[in-house]
């Protein structure tokens, strides 16, 4: 079935530079790539999403970039700040219908 | 608009009772999602109904069960519950008709088996 394989597990940066978090999927199907943020004691949250017939799509600090050949989607965050720190998931669709698969989650700390 | 609404936020129940979670979509959306959160088994798919009939059901046992009312509203049962049934139950909405883009998460219920 359906992996996804995401890394780091932790990422340390400082404020005001960038962080790279990594997904790698196995279903070569797959054509929906979105990436959650997950606060303390909340819900996880849409922070951006691509199609497979997009290679990078922006919008403000965040980007997603896609690699269909490679099969890994990477997350960009610019000029970090405080209110970033989070768990970050990545996540696709799953073998069967109606469903994502999600990778382990990324937590993100920003150090002031 | 209102998020998506889950009560209750916090539940502790003993091993061998059962437990229902409610859930409440965003006004107009149809779809409705459940997942499991654990610290070891990450998000886990439980199930996803659209205008009330399940489309698809996640590896988890028949102790697991849900339904989607007329008004969207979706319930989880959680039937002769176990220690490992302890976990985050996140139930998510979404406008698209797909179950898997644009998902909107309620802030789930924190359920505790002891």
């Known amino acids: 079935g359906e992996n996804v394989e995401q890394h780091p597990s932790t990422l340390s940066v400082q404020e005001g530079d960038s962080a790279v978090i990594k997904c790698t999927y196995s279903?070569?199907?797959?054509?929906?790539f979105p990436w959650y943020k997950q606060e303390l004691g909340k819900g996880p949250q849409l922070i951006i999403d691509i199609r497979s017939n997009v290679g990078e799509k922006k919008d403000q600090r965040i980007a997603v970039t896609l690699n269909k050949t490679a099969k890994h989607f990477s997350l960009h965050i610019t000029e970090t700040q405080p209110e970033d720190s989070a768990v970050y998931f990545c996540a696709a669709p799953g073998g069967s219908n109606y469903q994502l698969i999600w990778g382990a989650g990324t937590k993100l700390i920003i150090k002031p | 608009k209102a998020g998506v609404t889950q009560t209750p936020r916090y539940l502790i129940k003993t091993r061998g009772q059962q437990v229902t979670l409610s859930c409440s979509p965003i006004s107009g959306h149809r779809s409705v999602s459940w997942y499991q959160q654990t610290p070891g088994q990450g998000l886990q798919f439980l199930f996803e109904?659209?205008?009330?009939?399940?489309?698809n059901k996640g590896n988890f046992p028949g102790r697991f069960s849900g339904r989607q009312f007329s008004n969207s509203r979706s319930e989880m049962n959680v039937s002769t519950l176990e220690l490992g049934d302890s976990a985050l139950y996140l139930c998510?909405?979404?406008?698209?008709?797909?179950?898997?883009?644009?998902?909107?998460f309620g802030s789930g219920t924190q359920l505790s088996v002891l």
């Open positions: 279903d070569s199907a797959s054509n929906y």
């Open positions: 109904y659209f205008s009330e009939t399940q489309r």
């Open positions: 998510a909405s979404s406008s698209t008709g797909t179950g898997v883009e644009k998902l909107f």
